[in-house]
């Protein structure tokens, strides 16, 4: 038996999904199926900035290990913004871009990056990440950056020197509700009062709701679900990240972990959100709507969502990145981690104070707040 190997690979397709798969476990974002899609659809691909750099390890013909890293050529569609670092750069006649980023593309959910079977392994791979990075990975990059990690993941990252950063989510928690009204009955009297209101105005709307999970879902609902995210973005100024080939992919590949919520009005259907799921959390990714009534948003995006955790006993719905409003409707903030290592050694700490007092910040925002909980005072 051959020692350990470490490979860069360019296209997932050269790795046999079962084996990608039994490492990343039942994460939705992180199987085989999600990221080729996003591959094969042409979402994450050189085209718009992503070129797939992924760090394997081998023994013989079985895959030990493995990280999704990209080199990237802009800073979109990471949720982690360092948008002013490489202003920074530029100012003072430095390239910040190619970059190399370990992460999900357009994905702010938190989870395993390094994906492996023991620590061992796990420090091999990131170890093999910041060699390839201070090799410049054959194109001088300047940085390598490790994006929403848990906290294994974290602490390897720190432990091999990388700077840790902090932000925001909110997340909502179901401590076993036996349906909505009670989780309601948990909150304080305005903000059940909000509630109440946002679904009455949708229901007097005319608009029926239902929830679509991909056992069930047709290409023609899937399609729909395309055309509204790609009408919202274009309403919004934001260029489509994601398209019509990617969602179907996901449709026929991951029935089991997708669901849909499809909103209706005089027949016809007019507004979607999509999200993702496993038995015990349900992740909140995109929406989109041709129509604007009052309240749609939040209930297409966030009370059939609850409803659907209630029933199923799902213990977190995670929101999406931001959003601060989601407060007021039972989420709590929770933070999320990034972790990351600059070649220049002036430049790296700089950064390093900007995230000492950067994080002092968040710690203070978070407890405001947690000050503000939307929940009743025991």
Same mark, same amino acid.
């Given at each position: 038996m051959n020692s350990p190997a470490l490979k860069i690979i360019g296209d997932l397709a050269e790795i046999p999904a079962a084996q990608w798969d039994a490492l990343a476990g039942d994460d939705p974002f992180l199987s085989h199926a999600y990221l080729?899609?996003?591959?094969?659809?042409?979402?994450?691909?050189a085209q718009f900035g992503w070129q797939a750099r992924f760090i394997t390890l081998w023994q013989d013909e079985r895959l030990l290990g493995a990280m999704p890293l !990209?080199?990237?050529?802009?800073?979109?569609?990471?949720?982690?913004?360092?948008?002013?670092?490489?202003?920074? !750069?530029?100012?003072?006649? @430095? #390239?910040? !871009?190619?970059?190399?980023?370990?992460?999900?593309?357009?994905?702010?959910?938190?989870? #395993?990056? @390094?994906?492996?079977?023991?620590p061992e392994t796990r420090a091999l791979l990131l170890k093999g990440a910041l060699e390839y990075a201070g090799d410049g990975a054959g194109m001088g990059v300047s940085? @390598?950056?490790?994006?929403?990690?848990?906290?294994?993941?974290?602490?390897?990252a720190q432990s091999r020197g990388m700077m840790l950063r902090q932000d925001v989510q909110f997340h909502w928690h179901n401590p076993g509700y036996l349906d909505f009204d009670e989780y309601l009955a948990a909150l304080s009297r305005d903000k059940r009062k909000r509630i109440k209101q946002e679904r009455r105005r949708v229901q007097e709307a005319g608009i029926t709701l239902q929830c679509v999970t991909g056992e069930h879902a047709t290409r023609e609902q899937w399609a729909f679900f395309a055309s509204c995210y790609?009408?919202? #973005?274009?309403?919004?100024?934001?260029?489509?990240?994601?398209?019509?080939?990617?969602?179907?992919? $996901?449709?026929?590949?991951?029935?089991?972990?997708? @669901?849909?919520? $499809?909103?209706?009005?005089?027949?016809?259907?007019?507004?979607?959100?999509?999200?993702?799921?496993t038995g015990d959390v349900l992740y909140g990714r995109s929406w989109g709507a041709f129509e604007y009534h009052p309240g749609l948003h939040f209930e297409a995006c966030y009370y059939q969502a609850i409803e659907f955790c209630i029933a199923r006993n799902i213990r977190t719905f995670e929101g999406?990145?931001?959003?601060?409003?989601?407060?007021?409707r039972g989420f709590l903030p929770v933070t999320t981690r990034s972790a990351h290592w600059l070649a220049h050694p002036q430049f790296s700490r700089a950064v390093e104070n900007y995230l000492q007092q950067e994080t002092g910040a968040i710690q203070e925002y978070v407890d405001e707040l947690n000050e503000r909980s939307p929940f009743k005072r025991t």
């Open positions: 080729h899609a996003l591959q094969e659809s042409g979402c994450a691909t !990209y080199l990237k050529m802009n800073s979109y569609g990471e949720h982690v913004f360092d948008f002013a670092w490489a202003e920074a !750069y530029q100012r003072n006649g @430095l #390239r910040y !871009y190619p970059k190399l980023v370990c992460t999900v593309p357009f994905t702010p959910v938190t989870g #395993r990056r @390094l994906l492996a079977s023991t940085s @390598l950056h490790c994006l929403f990690l848990d906290e294994d993941d974290a602490g390897e790609a009408h919202t #973005r274009q309403t919004h100024h934001s260029p489509p990240a994601l398209n019509e080939d990617f969602f179907q992919r $996901i449709g026929a590949t991951m029935p089991q972990q997708t @669901l849909l919520v $499809i909103a209706s009005r005089e027949g016809r259907m007019i507004a979607s959100a999509l999200n993702l799921f999406g990145a931001q959003g601060e409003h989601k407060l007021a």
